[in-house]
């Protein structure tokens, strides 16, 4: 059975960091590409930060320069680092594991960024 299970979300101020983590089970994870996503109120998912074939990686305009994805292929986890955050990173992040023929989510991590 496969899992992702995202940790690491919660309430910040604005210019504070968090960091997220997905740890995954059941799937062989250094074949999976894995990205993470985000999902505000009244919005569509968005993705936020991926790896791209090669191990180069992928971001949102709105994140460059202050959120960066990670893994660990030793601890089947992915990482997002989060800096600088704005009210409007505020959302509801999703972890993604995805092959050909293969799409994954966790079951989200809310991060709030509020004074």
């Known amino acids: 059975q496969v899992q992702l299970v995202e940790s690491g979300g919660g309430l910040v101020q604005p210019g504070g960091s968090l960091r997220l983590s997905c740890a995954a089970s059941g799937i062989t994870f250094y074949a999976y590409r894995m990205g993470w996503y985000r999902q505000a109120p009244g919005k569509q998912r968005e993705l936020v930060a991926t790896?791209?074939?090669?191990?180069?990686?992928n971001y949102a305009d709105s994140v460059k320069g202050r959120f960066t994805i990670s893994r660990d292929n030793a601890k089947n986890t992915v990482y997002l680092q989060m800096n600088s955050l704005k009210v409007e990173d505020t959302a509801v992040y999703y972890c993604?594991?995805?092959?050909?023929?293969?799409?994954?989510w966790g079951q989200g991590s809310q991060v709030t960024v509020s004074s």
């Open positions: 993604n594991a995805r092959k050909m023929g293969y799409d994954y």
């Open positions: 790896f791209a074939s090669g191990g180069s990686t």
